[in-house]
């Protein structure tokens, strides 16, 4: 999805240089076990990958390492390269309200 309102977009934890090992080990720990929603957003094109998890740690390794991911989101880093792309906590929620929030 594309958005002209990624500047808009709640931001209350981003991560950057994700190919970067020391930066990747640090997104995943600071997000284990952590439920929410979570944006993935590609710098080079302004696209934006909305998703949601009860473990934003681990479904940040799935999307890294393409373990059953969006396969849309993993074309697009298999282009432009994980360099591009912004982790963004959109918001840390109930997992009982996950889906709601996602949808929001």
């Known amino acids: ?3 002209e309102g990624a500047e808009d977009l709640p931001r209350i934890m981003e991560f950057k240089d994700l190919h970067l090992t020391g930066s990747f080990k640090e997104a995943k ?13 590609c710098q080079e094109t302004g696209t934006m990958y ?7 740690g681990t479904r ?18 298999a282009l432009y390269g994980l360099s591009v792309f912004t982790f963004i906590v959109v918001e840390f929620c109930k997992p009982s309200v996950i889906i709601e929030r996602e949808q929001y």
């Open 60 to 77: 940040l390794t799935d999307h890294v390492f393409n373990y059953s991911s969006n396969v849309h989101l993993q074309r697009a880093i």
């Open 29 to 41: 720990e600071a997000l284990q076990d952590q439920p929410g929603v979570y944006c993935m957003l």
């Open 1 to 3: 999805m594309s958005c």
């Open 50 to 56: 909305v998703g949601s998890s009860c473990d934003m």
